[in-house]
């Protein structure tokens, strides 16, 4: 990369380890700073220039990132399912953590994370923050179903979690006041959670009607199983999807077959799972739903396609027709439905990167 200097951080919440390889002389230089911005902009801006500074993706997050490259230092955030680590190094300090970073850099073998800006870490902390809200809401509906279950007492009245079902749950009453009284806090909880859960819908769904991420939220939508949440959620995760490709893009997601090939024999196993799992999760949820015969456009299909640009209908049509035909495909072949949707699953993947790359390419994406 052309740099003088190649700096490793191994970086913690109150402690920060340093190591700065100067390419031209060969000198090491280590330093112990206090796990502050400052400070650390303060030692990286005294090395011979120009430096390149690197560190892993943690929960420390992007904050040291974007204070160094605002001070007009680059510095990459590498993933650390990417770095390699010779298979003898058993001994593992915060020290040679920082030596083997700047080492890494100084061979360009680091895989960097992109690093989001301000505006759009918070927006995919919004979705975070939703994705956590239906773990929990889904933890304490399965609380009160189980331990109706465990009394004999059966919803039979139609669909679960419906407006009749939550009817016949404020009937049930028990008359041991300790099972009482437990039944009741498990309600409560599955009701303040499902609030929680709408309020953050709304703010979600508000936010994606913004103009930032509006004209790729709609090409989304254009396809089937992808509602304003899944849509926006694909969005503020992936961010620019114009640094993958059609091929990639699946890859990136963990969703394309694991590999242990060796001369002659070729094995392959399940999907990956690597990369970003909420992403991933939401797009194998969609996939379920183009299972279902697309023989007609369903008239809220439709309310879509008129929010958003002509060639991202036709392009919405035409994958809607494709994942079906692979769905039909499949169950032809009777192959395992848990197994053909994830294959969906990738396909689509492919159909919204070229939507959303397509709007990006006329509208760049540049990070906020």
């Known amino acids: 990369m052309n740099k003088r200097t190649y700096v490793g951080l191994d970086v913690h919440a109150r402690s920060v380890k340093g190591c700065a390889i100067d390419q031209e002389t060969g000198e090491i230089l280590r330093q112990s700073l206090a796990g502050s911005e400052a400070g650390v902009l303060e030692w990286v801006s005294g090395l011979r220039g120009p430096v390149l500074v690197v560190y892993e993706a943690g929960p420390t997050g992007f904050g040291l990132a974007r204070r160094l490259a605002a001070a007009g230092i680059e510095c990459l955030v590498a993933a650390p399912s990417k770095l390699q680590r010779p298979s003898g190094d058993r001994v593992k300090t915060d020290a040679r953590d920082a030596e083997h970073l700047a080492r890494l850099a100084l061979l360009g073998q680091i895989t960097p994370v992109r690093v989001p800006g301000n505006a759009d870490e918070a927006a995919r902390d919004l979705v975070r923050a939703r994705e956590d809200v239906r773990a929990d809401l889904m933890r304490a509906r399965h609380r009160i179903s189980k331990l109706l279950l465990r009394h004999g007492l059966v919803y039979s009245g139609g669909n679960a979690w419906t407006d009749a079902h939550h009817t016949w749950l404020h009937r049930q009453h028990f008359d041991n006041p300790a099972l009482q009284a437990a039944y009741e806090s498990s309600l409560e909880a599955a009701e303040l959670t499902l609030d929680r859960r709408n309020r953050l819908d709304a703010k979600i769904t508000a936010l994606a009607l913004t103009d930032r991420y509006a004209p790729v939220v709609r090409a989304l939508m254009c396809l089937r199983g992808i509602s304003v949440l899944t849509a926006f959620?694909?969005?503020?995760?992936?961010?620019?999807?114009?640094?993958?490709?059609?091929?990639?893009?699946?890859?990136?997601?963990?969703?394309?077959?694991?590999?242990?090939?060796?001369?002659?024999?070729?094995?392959?196993?399940?999907?990956?799972?690597?990369?970003?799992?909420?992403?991933?999760?939401?797009?194998?949820?969609?996939?379920?739903?183009?299972?279902?015969?697309?023989?007609?456009?369903?008239?809220?299909?439709?309310?879509?396609?008129?929010?958003?640009?002509?060639?991202?209908?036709?392009?919405?049509?035409?994958?809607?027709?494709?994942?079906?035909?692979?769905?039909?495909?499949?169950?032809?072949?009777?192959?395992?439905?848990?197994?053909?949707?994830?294959?969906?699953?990738?396909?689509?993947?492919?159909?919204?990167?070229?939507?959303?790359?397509?709007?990006?390419?006329?509208?760049?994406?540049?990070?906020?």
């Open 233 to 368: 959620g694909l969005t503020v995760e992936i961010g620019d999807w114009t640094r993958f490709s059609g091929s990639t893009i699946g890859s990136y997601l963990g969703l394309v077959p694991s590999e242990h090939s060796s001369g002659a024999s070729r094995s392959q196993g399940g999907i990956t799972k690597t990369g970003n799992t909420h992403a991933r999760r939401l797009l194998v949820e969609a996939a379920w739903h183009h299972r279902r015969p697309y023989n007609s456009v369903s008239r809220d299909m439709r309310s879509r396609w008129n929010a958003a640009d002509e060639a991202s209908r036709a392009r919405g049509h035409q994958g809607n027709h494709r994942l079906h035909r692979k769905w039909d495909q499949f169950e032809a072949r009777h192959k395992r439905r848990v197994i053909a949707n994830v294959a969906v699953a990738r396909e689509l993947a492919g159909w919204c990167w070229s939507l959303a790359a397509a709007i990006q390419q006329e509208q760049p994406w540049t990070d906020e």
